[in-house]
């Protein structure tokens, strides 16, 4: 009997994940590449691609991109708030590019396009290197929608001296794309492309390779269902430590437990729980 329930129990677990599985596979299908997810699985050890991309949106059509990261980790000053970028290149003059994917207008808020603009600095001057050794930057966004509602491509957002009404030449650029932009232009093509389910709907071949690959070659499928998956546990470890902190706060209010209880029931260490602690307080 017991032999026949731990069967049953297996056949029921096997079931879940098949289930969640053709979940996935479902998922897959209906992926864009303005999906920010499957965006930075095309990007991926692809310079071809991101080169090409870069050309048409910024308009420098000799663009050469040495090195493309997916996913990089931006974080140099202790206690800042750290970033990841979708998808960030070097070209032969050091400059770098920051592509980033912003289906929401909420996350294209343009405190968050300068807070990436900053980053990007903090993270490329070392000690003992001169301010005007600062890399040119380029902060990119694509939106799903139309930004500023103006029927633009690219809405490029520069610094101005108001009183020479002259460049201001630091080095930033700022790029808000539209991705509801069509038309017969290689951009109006390439966000077409960025909006399509389907390789075969797409204008540019480097985008629709890619995109068969991932959606249609079993090896392409199996990494985005495990990236799906790692997608998956990373949500679940960000709630649970959401809710350690919700903890945290809950017996800060109280204001009857010491720190070090605070830990432990928490599960947070000592350290976060002060840094929690001075945010409260803040």
């Known amino acids: 009997m017991e032999l026949q329930k731990r069967k049953e129990r297996q056949v029921g677990i096997l079931t879940a994940t098949e289930q969640q599985h053709q979940g996935d596979l479902q998922r897959l299908r209906d992926l864009r590449p303005i999906d ?36 990089k980790d931006m974080k140099r000053l202790a206690g800042a708030r750290s970033i990841c970028l979708d998808a960030y290149g070097t070209d032969p003059d050091g400059k770098k590019y920051d592509l980033e994917i912003q289906r929401q207008e909420k996350g294209a808020d343009p405190h968050r ?59 930033e650029h700022i790029l808000y794309v539209n991705g509801e932009y069509r038309g017969e232009s290689d951009f109006g093509k390439l966000m077409h492309d960025f909006n399509c389910t389907q390789a075969s709907d797409m204008n ?40 350690k902190k919700m903890t945290v706060f809950r017996m800060l209010e109280a204001g009857k437990y010491l720190l070090e209880e605070i830990a432990n029931i928490s599960g947070l260490s000592l350290e976060e729980v002060n840094q929690l602690k001075a945010e409260r307080n803040a």
């Open 113 to 171: 396009a300068r807070y990436h603009s900053s980053v990007m600095d903090v993270e490329n001057l070392h000690s003992g290197q001169e301010f005007k050794e600062l890399p040119d930057t380029y902060t990119i966004f694509i939106i799903e929608k139309d930004f500023y509602g103006k029927g633009e491509p690219v809405y490029p957002i520069e610094r101005i001296n108001l009183a020479t009404d002259k460049s201001f030449e630091d080095g």
């Open 36 to 71: 920010d997810d499957f965006m930075r699985c095309l990007f991926k050890d692809n310079i071809p691609l991101a080169e090409f991309v870069l050309r048409i949106i910024t308009g420098k059509q000799d663009l050469i991109i040495t090195d493309c990261e997916t996913q």
């Open 204 to 243: 540019f071949e480097l985008m629709a390779d890619r995109t068969r690959y991932l959606k249609e070659n079993p090896k392409g499928v199996s990494e985005m269902c495990r990236i799906m998956e790692d997608m998956r546990n990373e949500s679940l470890k960000e709630g649970i430590q959401e809710e």
